[in-house]
């Protein structure tokens, strides 16, 4: 096998034997034009727009690549995540979410997915992720999270661990209860 250079891709869909792909996602216009973009890749696509469509497809096909959106109408697309883990412990999983944050790429990768990709993600971003080599180091990013952002991160992150209790989050991060609840209704930093 020769060498691939740090943060390439090495793969593509034509070199898997099995390219099915399921995209697991309510937002309608942004799954279809992902599933027709992935197709013109090479994958072999299924859709679903929400939660128990997705487990469904998963149990009966389980897929050998998968994107997921986080948020779903009916629930988190983690449920699909475990079912898929559970009948396919070699399928390619990435999370697509609106809703990016440190404590939600942990639950996702935790649950089983290989990559965590913010929304707007455009189909050469999905393609990248579900083909790259596991062995390689991700290339850091080029706009790595400021010390604020990082702080934000980590008080929304034990704010989540603590099931969204303020006081009990202040109580575990010394903090007054009036400073979190400000920082808390704050937007994130960039």
């Keep these: 096998m020769k060498p691939v250079e740090e943060g390439k891709k090495d793969q593509k869909a034509a070199d898997f034997a099995d390219k099915s792909l399921l995209i697991v996602d309510d937002d309608n216009p942004l799954r279809d034009r992902l599933a027709r973009a992935m197709e013109k890749k090479g994958f072999k696509v299924t859709q679903a727009e929400n939660?128990?469509?997705g487990i469904n497809l998963a149990k009966n096909s389980p897929p050998a690549f998968a994107v997921i959106d986080l948020r779903l109408t009916?629930?988190?697309?983690?449920?699909v995540v475990k079912e898929i883990r559970k009948n396919r412990q070699d399928s390619r999983i990435v999370m697509l979410t609106g809703y990016g944050n440190i404590p939600t790429a942990v639950a996702a990768v935790k649950a089983g997915a290989i990559d965590y990709i913010p929304k707007p993600a455009d189909a050469d971003d999905v393609e990248?992720?579900?083909l790259a080599n596991p062995k390689l180091k991700a290339t850091p990013p080029e706009n790595p999270m400021s010390a604020d952002r990082v702080k934000w991160?980590?008080?929304?992150?034990?704010?989540?661990l603590c099931n969204r209790n303020v006081s009990e989050t202040a109580r575990r991060l010394k903090m007054h209860r009036r400073t979190l609840q400000r920082i808390l209704s704050k937007r994130s930093p960039r």
């Design 51 to 53: 939660v128990d469509k």
């Design 74 to 79: 009916d629930g988190s697309g983690l449920e």
């Design 128 to 130: 990248n992720a579900l």
């Design 153 to 160: 991160e980590h008080i929304h992150r034990v704010f989540e």
